[in-house]
């Protein structure tokens, strides 16, 4: 008797060990893969503000070249719902980890053929049009990436870290950031601006078929996560996911992607078009903008687990509330400090717009995650999260750009900011917080459904 309950114990530690394993591999599969995609998205965008207008438009005016790259940049934000219609399918369908695997592949496959396209001037207009296509292929693999990531950590781990484990897949953000502006800022800072235009901003977009290998060997460890699996075992798969979260959770659809307003249409512009902003009209260097930007994103490293963590315990639409209204604040003096500041109070200004970025994107995976049930929870939270991309994060730049240049005044897009904070509010307002309830027992959504 003695020994077989040893043996049992045995068995139960060797069983909590592997849980274990499994639930920091999830964590760190979460991130790196993310930290891939956005990698690959965050050079496009880099290079969408400083290369791509002369390089695939050269014919147009300055203004109509931004206009034109930024319009291509938006593309990809229009294919992410697209994607995540796609990826939600066969993620609630097939799983977790064989989606994940896909979708990595397409945005390496394609973020690779972006740095071997050739310009306007050696294919004509071929090079915008196979710019586009590669962009939609890119906006599709991210709108499946997002919703997988956070399920695979935040559905493996304990329910009471839900907010920090989601958010490993939202580090992979500032990760890419870093990694994508880092890289174009040092070949920017290293080579001649001719070099840096014709051959040299290249380079990243190759180097991530490299990062895309790693990935794949780190996903491919992953088991599936306990939550799906139970579905599985117990044959409560959905046979058309999508279809049934748009028919039973449309509310918590459309609230997800409203509640994301204040956090990414302001992202795009504090960390895209401020690259345009500040050195086309006001003659920064690029390589300054790209270092303030860069340490900004190293700083949001910590601060999305810090506030994700903190959601936790207090609650997530307490943090995320308060992120987005301190978003509606800095509004003005942000631009207020970029078109009358010099060197250091534009430096402290790129910081503090991703310190209240970070409050909201933190918890927001948990947030959003939360809303759905398991057996819908790839393809709703998907939904949720990719929408907002078609009437926030995508047009913000180009959006930006046509205001500067209608009103005169960046205060235009100072307003744009407020409003897009009063919509986040509202949503967050009206979606439920379901941080400390049990997301594994279907029943708390059923009146929803």
């Avoid at 071929?126 to 950590?153: C, K, Y």
């Amino acid at each position: 008797m003695v020994l077989g309950r040893n043996e049992a114990n045995k068995v139960i530690d060797s069983q909590h060990t592997e849980k274990r394993t499994q639930v920091r591999r999830a964590a760190f599969a979460s991130s790196i893969g993310t930290t891939i995609e956005w990698y690959d998205f965050f050079l496009y965008n880099t290079a969408a503000a400083l290369i791509f207008p002369h390089l695939f438009f050269p014919s147009s005016s300055a203004y109509a070249g931004a206009l034109q790259s930024f319009a291509t940049y938006a593309v990809g934000f229009a294919a992410r719902p697209v994607g995540a219609a796609i990826f939600g399918y066969w993620g609630d369908r097939l799983g977790r980890k064989v989606t994940l695997v896909i979708t990595l592949l397409l945005m390496g496959i394609a973020s690779g053929a972006v740095g071997l396209l050739p310009g306007a001037a050696t294919i004509g207009v071929a090079a915008p049009l196979i710019l586009v296509g590669l962009r939609l292929i890119q906006g599709i693999a991210i709108g499946g990436e997002w919703s997988g990531s956070v399920l695979l950590a935040m559905e493996w781990g304990d329910q009471r870290k839900r907010g920090l484990l989601g958010s490993f897949a939202q580090i992979g953000v500032p990760v890419g950031l870093v990694l994508g502006t880092g890289g174009m800022t040092l070949l920017s800072a290293l080579l001649p601006d001719q070099a840096f235009s014709s051959w040299g901003w290249r380079i990243p977009f190759l180097a991530s078929l490299i990062l895309v290998g790693v990935g794949l060997l780190i996903r491919l460890r992953i088991m599936e996560t306990p939550m799906f699996a139970k579905i599985v075992a117990r044959q409560r798969t959905s046979q058309k996911p999508v279809s049934d979260a748009i028919k039973h959770h449309w509310r918590e659809i459309l609230l997800s992607a409203g509640l994301r307003f204040s956090e990414q249409m302001p992202f795009y512009l504090f960390t895209s078009y401020v690259l345009v902003y500040v050195v086309a009209q006001h003659h920064y260097s690029k390589t300054f903008v790209l270092v303030a930007v860069l340490v900004a994103a190293t700083l949001e490293l910590g601060l999305i687990p810090y506030f994700s963590h903190l959601s936790d315990r207090v609650g997530r639409k307490r943090v995320y509330l308060t992120g987005a209204v301190l978003t509606g604040v800095l509004a003005f003096p942000y631009f207020a400090v970029l078109k009358n500041g010099g060197y250091v109070p534009i430096f402290v200004v790129v910081i503090l717009s991703l310190v209240v970025h970070a409050m909201q994107y933190g918890p927001q995976a948990a947030l959003i995650g939360e809303s759905f049930p398991t057996h819908l929870r790839y393809g709703g939270a998907g939904l949720g999260y990719q929408l907002a991309s078609v009437f926030a994060g995508g047009p913000a730049p180009l959006l930006a750009t046509w205001l500067l240049h209608v009103t005169g005044t960046p205060y235009s897009i100072s307003i744009y900011i407020v409003l897009a904070a009063v919509v986040t509010v509202v949503c967050v307002a009206l979606i439920a917080d379901r941080s400390r309830s049990d997301i594994s027992d279907d029943s708390i959504y059923v009146r929803r459904a």
